[in-house]
């Protein structure tokens, strides 16, 4: 969550026990949880491959769900390419995962302990949280 570039929250939730509605309504009542917090006016996502949304029929309804609470919510959503988030972070078409944590660490050093990666793991749970805060970011570029 973002005012700005002031950096109020992140975080990764977990939804791995969830499945169809109960994961759906999961996704919902986070959402609804965080909005109701924060009073964002955009929500801003990555836009995954279409490859991807094939594979995973779930992702799909999950990005539906997401689509609707903004819209009842009276969010702006904004959906952007994982390459166009690493290319705007990085200032460079073929930019890596990896330099783009690079840039939000040096941007939020207090993140840096998310980063050290030393299991695979670690790295694959924090992914998704450095993700949405370059999404987050590339977002708050375009409000200005």
């Known amino acids: 969550m973002l005012e700005g570039q002031d950096l109020l929250f992140w975080g990764v939730a977990g939804f791995r026990e969830y499945q169809g509605e109960e994961l759906l309504k999961a996704v919902e009542t986070r959402l609804l949880a965080l909005i109701q917090t924060y009073r964002p006016r955009v929500l801003a996502l990555e836009k995954p491959a279409p490859a991807r949304l094939a594979a995973s029929p779930a992702l799909g309804a999950v990005l539906g769900r997401i689509s609707a609470v903004a819209a009842q919510e009276g969010l702006q959503l904004r959906l952007y390419s994982p390459e166009e988030v690493r290319a705007r ?7 890596t995962h990896s330099q783009v944590v690079d ?7 207090h993140l840096e302990r998310c980063r050290l990666w030393k299991e695979h793991r670690r790295e694959d749970y924090w992914r998704p949280m450095f993700t949405a805060v370059a999404v987050g970011l590339v977002s708050e570029r375009d409000r200005n």
């Not at 972070?89 to 930019?95: F, T, W």
Request: proline letters at 14%; hydrophobic letters at 45%.
């Open 89 to 95: 972070i990085c200032e460079n078409a073929p930019a």
């Open 103 to 109: 840039r939000i660490v040096a941007r939020y050093p």
